[in-house]
Nanobody, 127 residues
Framework: QVQLVESGRGLVQAGGSLRLSCAAS????????MGWFRQAPGKEREFVAA????????FNADSVKGRFTISRDNAKNTVYLQMNSLKPEDTVVYYC????????????????????WGQGTQVTVSS
């Protein structure tokens, strides 16, 4: 069982930056690929970024390429999402998730492939 707790929610102006963190419980954190998703009210959950268990592979959605960076620190059981050049349309709830399986670029973009989810954290970008 893995429990995920996101932090770093905030209100920033357009063009600003914010870093989200997701702390995981358990002793097998490095065996999980980790992902960030986001969801606006009334819309489906959208893939943002993913990282492999050892941090050697990452993949970002086109909508955030060049602006968002996913990273992890396995010694701290934590995954991060550094968000730069934020836009008002980035205003949604962000979720981290853990996937117990091999790294697969197609699979990590699908929310149904993930085994565990955090509770979500709100990011608000003002124009």
């Amino acid at each position: 069982q893995v429990q995920l707790v996101e932090s770093g929610r905030g209100l920033v102006q357009a063009g600003g930056s914010l870093r989200l963190s997701c702390a995981a419980s358990g002793r097998t954190f490095s065996s999980y690929a980790m992902g960030w998703f986001r969801q606006a009210p009334g819309k489906e959950r959208e893939f943002v970024a993913a990282i492999s268990g050892n941090g050697g592979n990452t993949f970002n959605a086109d909508s955030v390429k060049g602006r968002f960076t996913i990273s992890r620190d396995n010694a701290k059981n934590t995954v991060y999402l550094q968000m730069n050049s934020l836009k008002p349309e980035d205003t949604v709830v962000y979720y981290c998730a853990a996937l117990n399986g091999p790294w697969d670029i197609a699979g990590v973009t699908i929310n149904g492939e993930y085994n565990y989810w955090g509770q979500g954290t709100q990011v608000t970008v003002s124009s």
